[in-house]
């Protein structure tokens, strides 16, 4: 009397030893487990633009990340960083110019605490 009741096998084949869903096979839990991997390998292997690291590189620098920062450097190289980083403040000080209805070149002079020329 080695064979189970038929309940009892049910249920066994409720309880998979090796994770997978109730009516899933083998091959989908592979199938879940590489999917789930090609994403975690994308965002590892994500390229960064020289705008995303400047943006990040400024905003780890205003919330003292030293870890983030670092992570900001490493994207690009670091001439493509400086000209990122100029971009973004000059888009920065036109958009304050344009708020404040001053001259960029005010606007830059004020944030620098540089008295008006």
């Avoid at 249920?11 to 999917?35: C, H, M, N, Y």
């Avoid at 960083?81 to 110019?97: D, H, K, P, Q, T």
Wanted: contains cysteine; hydrophobic residues 40%; proline residues 6%.
């Amino acid at each position: 009397m080695s064979e189970r009741h038929p309940v009892l096998r049910r249920i066994g084949r409720l309880f998979q030893p090796d994770g997978r869903e109730p009516g899933d096979s083998p091959v989908d839990l592979v199938k879940r487990k590489t999917a789930a991997q090609r994403r975690e390998e994308r965002e590892l292997h994500r390229t960064h633009n020289i705008f995303e690291a400047a943006a990040t590189y400024v905003t780890a620098s205003i919330e003292d990340d030293q870890e983030k920062l670092d992570e900001a450097i490493g994207w690009v190289d670091p001439g493509a960083l400086c000209f990122g980083l100029n971009e973004l403040a000059c888009r920065a000080v036109i958009a304050l110019a344009r708020e404040r209805d001053e001259s960029p070149h005010d606007v830059a002079r004020s944030l620098l605490g540089l008295p008006a020329a």
